[in-house]
């Protein structure tokens, strides 16, 4: 996957899609609706620059445009948390997760899976 930068308002937009694809323009806009008070311009504006961005693709059927994502989910979140992980903690990852672990609240169930992760790396 090429660097993509997806701003926050866009990976609503992408959040939506990934959860309900092939998704009509209207319907993006209904669902985005219930959750924003963007306009249905903005939504349109968002969906083009996607697809510029290459992160989308859509079709013609119609008089409806179908949109689907070009990337899963997983990429993004992975080459988003990389791109945080070197501009907040300067690519050490042991900084960022004693900060979550002292700032956010983990259940027991959020520790152990911890633990068992980090039993992994040290074998």
């Not at 694809?21 to 306009?39: G, H």
Request: with cysteine; net charge positive; glycine share 2%.
């Amino acid at each position: 996957m090429n660097q993509v930068s997806i701003s926050d308002a866009e990976w609503q937009v992408m959040n939506v899609i990934w959860d309900g694809q092939p998704l009509a323009a209207q319907e993006i806009v209904s669902r985005l609706s219930e959750q924003t008070d963007w306009a249905p311009q903005t939504v349109k504006t968002m969906l083009h620059r996607l697809v510029k961005k290459e992160v989308l693709t859509f079709e013609q059927q119609g008089n409806r445009y179908v949109y689907r994502s070009r990337i899963k989910r997983s990429a993004c979140v992975k080459q988003a948390s990389r791109a945080f992980l070197d501009r907040v903690f300067d690519s050490e990852p042991g900084p960022l997760l004693a900060h979550f672990m002292q700032h956010t609240k983990l259940s027991a169930q959020d520790i152990a899976e911890l633990r068992r992760i980090l039993d992994e790396k040290e074998r």
